[in-house]
């Protein structure tokens, strides 16, 4: 059974940070390429970040940029979040998503149709 399970969510202050997990299992994972997203109250959901399988290269939404870093843990078939600097906007339930495409480029990373699989999701709210 293929499982994405995140955590690592909680209350921060602004300025604050946070590292999120997100622990894959049921899969190859060294085949996947993971990004996150998160979903804000009354908003649609959004690409955070996204690490390619294919040759580790990442990229990120323009609002996290310089704040937020993805890395990848194969030997722990974890994905990690940091995210620094954490603003009142990044208030949301942060998701971690599969697919096995081994590239995502610029058009296509933040998609959430290109996604395979999806975990539950963790709050994160940044109290301002």
């Known amino acids: 059974e293929v499982q994405l399970v995140e955590s690592g969510g909680g209350l921060v202050q602004a300025g604050g940070s946070l590292r999120l997990s997100c622990a894959a299992s049921?899969?190859?994972?060294?085949?996947?390429?993971i990004g996150w997203f998160r979903q804000a109250p009354g908003k649609e959901r959004e690409g955070v970040s996204v690490?390619?399988?294919?040759?580790?290269?990442?990229y990120y939404a323009d609002s996290v940029k310089g704040r937020f870093t993805i890395s990848s843990d194969n030997a722990k078939n974890t994905v990690y979040l940091q995210m620094n600097s954490l603003k009142p906007e990044d208030t949301a339930v942060y998701y971690c998503?599969?697919?096995?495409?081994?590239?995502?480029?610029?058009?296509?990373?933040?998609?959430?149709?290109?996604?395979?699989?999806w975990g539950q999701g963790t709050q994160v709210t940044v109290s301002s």
């Open positions: 049921g899969f190859t994972f060294d085949d996947y390429t």
């Open positions: 998503a599969a697919t096995s495409t081994f590239y995502l480029g610029t058009y296509y990373w933040d998609k959430e149709i290109v996604y395979d699989y």
């Open positions: 690490i390619n399988k294919g040759d580790g290269s990442t």
